[in-house]
């Protein structure tokens, strides 16, 4: 099957590189350990036998459609991913007449490492329930069978707030004091395209630059705040966290939330107004009298 | 280096009374840059400004602090004052110590001083960074829009017209008059409502100045104060009305009818018809779905057939019937905005206790004045639906859909207990055998001669008005049985009556919502427009330039509505007098070097104030349109990335006052 995926993609790049319809593939390709993916960007036809897809395909390459925005590209995108770029079309980052979408029928992918394959799928895979891409102009791979989960996808969530409050400072702080305030998170997440992003600015100087508990607090609940009804959970940003901090239950309350609250999930159409960006005349959330 | 003065006011004793000014004055006097502190009984008297003048001039001042009242109560004298003695009007701040403070905390007087020491230095923080600010100028079209031709519309638009100005009316149905021309005779004075309503709105039909546009609607408005730019649909009435002369042909040859919507459907009209009469413009329209030519085009569709009609075609001498009329859509520039789209009566059929609408003996106080009317469909003889008969027993229930909160209806309608009055002292008039029965909560008769009305319905004409509810209606036997309470007598009261009036309330008139939201404006939980302010600025709405008159802010009877139609219209010659508007400069501005086209601002502002511009490498970023912005800076909150500012009230500067606080 995962002969099957790359070979529809290096046919359908050939086709559309040649042809001159878009000028650039995001797509993936071996790593230097001879086992892992990475991220490609074919720019000739010759160079499309390069691209691969397989379960080690982990990259949520939207991040690097906004880099390229402008330019007419296409991009590989598995489900997860396409929810990614719908919010970014959403967001006006990228321009879906030049954004060529290879969506994949994604198997799931597994757990890597620099060298290492694991046999596990990633959690957000055991997790998942919508394996068809959302938004695409070309579908590789057979359509993904949905199974009933059988355990509650936010169960971790639920874990976590199940804990007192005080419990549940000293767990965050455990975490946040090994932070070291190297932004990769930021930096891996698609939907943290800011310019100059607030914690870095200095007038004002929202967020002060020691790295300490406090500061990096700060950080990681602007950044949830700001995620909020946008993290599409393709946990790029934990994966991306040299030190190991579980960023991804941040999120996934935030996620929660918003889908209790408003029966929104991001990504899944563009059309549709954030709910944290509009405000319905009759909408009721329990808030006042 | 700054150089502040801070100017303690004691308001009287409504600060001083609760704040300990000196210890105020203590606190705040060796901050930083601060070269003056001083006080004054009443800041705000000319002696209180006088002394800030001098201060300003004395002390070569460059930021003020004014310690006193809310800045929504004086900020634009305080402005003015600062401003004559050279300094720009930005660079003043006020600490809202009476409202915030001594108001609040009048319970805890070293606590409400030690808020008053932290606000003012708060103040001074923020006043640190201020910057002068320029109002920009724009132009302004001088001609106006009145939506809604009922009396409220139509007294404005006159007004405005008199002094000068084009006008356009626009109304929904095809005849201006609204609510006013369905009245038989108008409370307290008795005079019949179409006499007085008939001249005014012939006068806006011949005024030069006036455009009326029936049959209409307001599809969309942008653009802001003095420069509004208003699309309106105008339906098509399949009659050319250049072409006709009105001679009405058509409507007396139409074979069909219909229930007439002018006479709460209790009489008939024609499907090519004009609402009554006095109709202005006196063109018909034709009641397309209803149509015999048009149901014929149908049915042939399916193959089937039927007569095709088109009597009023052939009859009409001038060839103005036009089947293929399409509707118009009008693009037209206005630099003020009235809205006086009135409000639609109550539907008893609500009520099940009181037969749900079914009863044919039970109506409305509007569909009485039909009855009562006689353009009505009974021509003035006083017949009730069911039979024909002439009822001898009437009986007025009060507050339906009114002071009731089981319909959602808290409020009182205002005008219904004279209206009982007024209708059954007609009753009388048309058959003195009629015996009226009110049955009342309380009678609301606040208004110039409306208690000397009331009174005389029950000392003149024996009306008798009965303090309690009525619990049930039902049929018997052609009557409608009112089963019921007398309150102050203490027993229940059973009447057989031959007619049953509903006094149903005023509500919100249908589609006031979505044109609200198409104006941008507020509006309650009832669907009525909302003032500025409910005292001091009742004619104004939160966005400049649009204004209300009349029953769509709420019940009115019509001196009330009509004063509102000639007050609008000042306000709206006001505008009109100045050839330029001044914007306010407190107004958000994008940093483009930051910005990333996220447009997450253009979604939050309520004023539709973000344009979209593109950048040099051609992706559109955020630019604040300065005339549309009201400084809400909801989208200073929204922005992620803080790309978006608000001049006067900066994040820089909340920053510094929450350190202030902190300090
Ligand atoms: C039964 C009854 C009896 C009354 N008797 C008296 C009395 O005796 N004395 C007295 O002082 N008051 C009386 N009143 C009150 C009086 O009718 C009102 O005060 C008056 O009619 C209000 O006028 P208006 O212009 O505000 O609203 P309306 O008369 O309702 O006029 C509003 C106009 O706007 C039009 N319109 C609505 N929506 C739109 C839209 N979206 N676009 C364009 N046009 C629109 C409507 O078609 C209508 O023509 C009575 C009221 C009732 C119900
Ligand atoms: S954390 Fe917030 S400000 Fe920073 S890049 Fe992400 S969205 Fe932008
Ligand atoms: S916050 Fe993390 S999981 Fe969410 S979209 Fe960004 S990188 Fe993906
Ligand atoms: S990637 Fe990890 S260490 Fe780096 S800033 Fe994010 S949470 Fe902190
Ligand atoms: S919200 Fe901020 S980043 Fe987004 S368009 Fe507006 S100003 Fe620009
Ligand atoms: S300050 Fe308010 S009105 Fe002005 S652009 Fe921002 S959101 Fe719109």
Redesign the pocket.
Known sequence: MTVNITEQIQEKAREILSSGQVELIIGYQRASDGVTARPAFIRKAENVAKLIFDQTCTHNLAKYAIEHRGKSMAIVAKACDTFGINVLIQENQIIREKTYVIGVNCPGVVEVSFGQVGDKLQYRCQICQEHAPAVYDYVAGDPVEEKPLGFDPYIKVKVLEALSQEERIAFWEK??E?????????N?CPQCYCTECVVEQIDPDWVGIPIQVPE?QI??VIRAFHLAGRCIGCNE?ER??????P?SLMNMKFSQDVEDQFGYKPGRDPEVCAPLATYQPDENLGIGG | MARIGIFLCHCGTNIAGVVNISQVREAVKDIPQVVLVEESKYMCSEMGQGGIREAIEKNKLDRVIISACSPRMHENTFRKTVADAGLNPYLLEIANVREQDSWVHADDKEAATEKAIALTRTAVAKALLNQPLTPKRVGLTKRALVIGGGIAGIQAALDIANAGHPVVLVEREPTIGGRMAQLDKTFPTLDCSSCILTPRMVEANQHPNITIFTYSEVMSVSGFVGNFKVQIRQKARHVDSVKCTGCGICWQKCPDLVPSEFDTGLGGRKIIYVPFAQAIPNVPVIDMPNCRYVKHLEAAKEGKKLPPCRICEKLCPTGAIDWEQEDQVLTEDFGAIVVATGFKPFDYGRYTEFGAGKYPDVIGLLQLERLLSASGPTNGELKRPSDGAHPKTVVFLSCIGSRDERMGKPYCSKVCCMVMAKQAILLKDHDPEIQPYVFYIDVRAGGKDYEEFYQRSQREQGVLWLRGRVSKLYQDNGKVIVMGEDSLMGRPVEIAADLVVMATGMEANDGAVDLAQTLHISYDTHGFMVEAHPKLRPLETNTDGIFLAGTVSGPRDIPETVAQGSGVAAKVLGLFSKDELATDPTVAYVDAMRCTGCFLCAEVCPYGAIDKEPSRDGRLLAKVNESLCKGCGLCVAGCRGNCINLRGFTNQQVIEEIMALCR
Do not use: D, N, Q, T
């Not at chain 1, 090994?178 to 930021?186: F, S, T």
């Open positions: 975490h946040f090994r932070c070291i305030r190297c932004y990769a998170c930021r891996a990096k950080f990681h940003c991306s966290c040299p030190v190991g901090i960023l």
